[in-house]
């Protein structure tokens, strides 16, 4: 074994010289001959030897020289099949070659992009027409890995073009890292690179999450080493954090054993690693004002440092946690986090983008004229002003319509959507911000075409939006990939717009401690007499059929009254609770505000009363309902 080590390392030696065309023929020759005999040659003893071969095979892939690409094809084809043959799967031989893409991307003057896309290519045909291997699933893993390889390539060349366009650079860059989900050490380096785009653009949230989905990629093969107690089990500890860390499981066909087969051999596949990528994490949330995600963070840390009787750490760490929850308690209502808009792109000029839409988080408080201009300079610089065109409103585009040499894009201002039973666990404005994947956005509309008309005419449409990952997450914007809508019947707008007029009385009067200038404010927008036609006049456009005392109200007519009596006693808090907050000066227009008011439940009270026989009505037409009624989902 030792004369035919040494055999492989002159040959891998000679391989790595610039030879003739001849004498490269003979030299894959003599390798495939050697390997073919003596296998466990290189998947059982010489790792190394391994990743020397599969570098320099495919860096002969890329000659422009036919004869020396097709030689250089067939050999990693039968690496590939030989690997296979042992146990069903060539996982060693796809980490070595992904590997070595990396590093010969970029970096060999002589390495052709196309001519390797073409060696691609001859393998793919050679497993598509090897008989013998045809039942199995050996075609269908080369052709994953190939386009895995093409993937790969295609995007570490466009990261040159895209320097200036930092949401397309980072979906590049995760699209690299993804590719290397099968090679652990470079996925690791490429999300670390992530996390230092995301910084330098202060996007300090966005880099904490490189670090959490780093540190659960190192949890999960430091789980298959040994199982410790006070270690995170893998990929799914870091769930509580955020549920796209499980995307970091090892759960394909390709695990490979960490240290055995040349991966996870760093400082940063260990015990000592995973600490100081949980710390950069909890530093990043930290600066981001994420305090609580800074706590799940430390959940994970702690027991390691109690385990290693680091009490040193251990302080420093209870330290800053009470420090975070402090800062929690004292900005308490006062806390603002990223604004979320839907943008669409179209046009042909948009290449991959065309016809695609993104929800992009953007910096807090940012208004829609910020990202209309931002991106519209940006893509006018790239393409020419008078190609660019940014579509104002939110109703759907049809793209037929649209001028095939322009670019358009749709922006639209978005907010996180949640049913009614996820309110009842995200209580906090942080909760309803983090881990989020659904958005929505309200278009007007009416019947006759127009986007606004007459109460009694204007309808609604909900666009309910889903992203393929939760927000926050390694990128600031994140591909839409389903959506949903719901239409408002114009009463059902009127509903909800009285039920969002009492959610704000509420919140104004229960607002610990109290702030008259909010509480006036509302006070103003429900019953203030320049505003008081607005709740009147939905009222009398809609109730006014029930005032007769006969008339049967509608299932909506009936839920309209009785959001006017739950608004009315609202108001009626919010006065009693202005009175007490007032200064002598304000007496006046406490008064006014009280006269309006009592103007106001005197028009309002014969249209929400109603009689007895009109109430048994109601009641039978929802016991009716119960009984002819299927479950329906629940409705935002």
């Known amino acids: 074994h030792n004369l035919l080590g ?24 003599s390798q495939r001959s050697l390997i073919f005999k003596y296998h466990n040659l290189l998947f059982d003893e010489e790792t190394d030897s391994c990743a020397d071969l599969c570098l320099l095979l495919l860096k002969h892939c890329g000659s422009q020289l036919p004869s020396v690409r097709s030689q250089a094809a067939a050999s990693l084809y039968l690496l590939m099949r030989q690997n296979f043959e042992i146990g069903n799967n060539f996982a060693r031989v796809k980490m070595q070659v992904t590997m070595s893409l990396s590093s010969l991307v970029g970096t060999s003057a002589s390495f052709s992009e196309q001519s390797l896309r073409r060696a691609l290519k001859t393998i793919l045909v ?59 050490d470079l996925r690791l380096t490429w999300l670390e690179n992530m996390a230092k785009k995301h910084m330098e653009r202060a996007n300090h949230t966005e880099a904490a999450m490189c670090y959490v989905h780093s540190a659960a990629l190192v949890a999960e093969y430091l789980s298959m080493l040994e199982s410790q107690t006070h270690l995170p089990v893998g990929a799914v500890s870091f769930k509580h954090i955020s549920p796209n860390s499980l995307m970091e499981s090892a759960v394909s ?14 400082n940063r596949f260990t015990e000592g690693g995973l600490k100081a990528l949980l710390e950069e994490a909890s530093n990043s949330f930290q600066i ?9 963070v430390y ?76 991106l519209q300079n940006f893509y006018a ?12 409103d939110s109703n759907a585009v049809d793209v037929k319509t649209l001028d095939p040499d322009k670019t358009y894009i749709q922006i639209t201002y978005v907010e996180p959507y949640f049913e009614t039973y996820e309110l009842r666990y995200r209580e906090t404005y942080f909760e309803r911000n983090f881990n989020i994947k659904r958005f929505i956005f309200a278009t007007p509309f009416t019947k006759s075409g127009k986007a606004h008309g007459e109460l009694h005419e204007q309808c609604k449409r909900k666009t309910i939006l889903t992203t393929a990952n939760h927000f926050p997450y390694v990128k600031t914007r994140i591909q839409v990939v389903s959506r949903e809508q719901i239409v408002l019947e114009p009463i059902e707008v009127a ?8 959610a704000e009385l509420a919140a104004a009067t229960t607002q610990e401690p109290a702030d008259p200038k909010i509480l006036q404010m509302v006070l103003q927008g429900c019953i203030g007499t320049t505003v008081n036609q607005g709740p009147m006049e ?9 005032a007769d005392s006969t008339t049967i109200p509608t299932k909506q007519q009936n839920k309209l009254r009785l959001c006017f009596k739950d608004f009315s006693k609202k108001c009626s808090d919010a006065l009693k609770k202005n009175r007490n907050l007032i200064l002598s000066d304000q007496k006046d227009y406490q008064k006014e505000l009280e006269r309006n008011y009592a103007r106001f439940t005197e028009r309002l009270a014969p249209l929400i009363t109603i009689s007895p026989s009109q109430a048994q009505g109601v009641v039978a037409a929802n016991n009716n309902g119960l009984h002819n009624s299927k479950l329906t989902p629940l409705r935002w």
């Open 299 to 374: 959940k994970v840390l702690i027991p390691i440092c109690e385990a290693n009787r680091d009490f040193r750490k251990l302080g420093q760490i209870h330290g800053k946690l009470q420090e975070a929850f402090n800062r929690i308690a004292q900005l308490h209502g006062k806390r603002v986090f990223g604004t979320y808009f839907r943008v669409g792109f179209y046009g042909s000029k948009f290449g991959d983008l065309d016809q695609q839409e993104f929800i992009y988080k953007e910096p807090t408080l940012t208004k829609l004229p910020e990202i209309f201009s931002r």
């Open 253 to 266: 066909d390709d695990v490979l054993s960490p240290g055995e087969d040349g991966i996870c051999l760093g």
């Open 381 to 392: 610089d790239r393409f020419g002003p008078d190609v660019v065109q940014i579509i104002k």
């Open 538 to 546: 939905m009222a009398l456009v809609f109730l006014s059929g029930i």
């Open 6 to 29: 040494t055999v492989l390392k002159v040959l891998l030696h000679a391989l790595s010289r610039n030879q003739s065309t001849l004498a490269l023929q003979n030299l894959f020759a």
């Open 126 to 184: 050679y497993a598509e027409s090897d008989a013998d291997l045809q039942d199995t699933s050996f075609p269908e893993q080369v052709q994953d890995l190939l386009f895995n390889l093409h993937m790969i390539l295609s995007d570490t060349v466009k990261m040159k073009e895209y320097q200036e366009d930092p949401e397309m650079l980072l979906d590049l860059m995760n699209r690299i890292a993804k590719g290397y989900q099968n090679s652990p």
């Open 495 to 502: 509903i909800e717009d009285i039920q969002k007029k009492t």
């Open 288 to 296: 981001a004002g994420m305090y609580e995600a800074m706590n799940d």
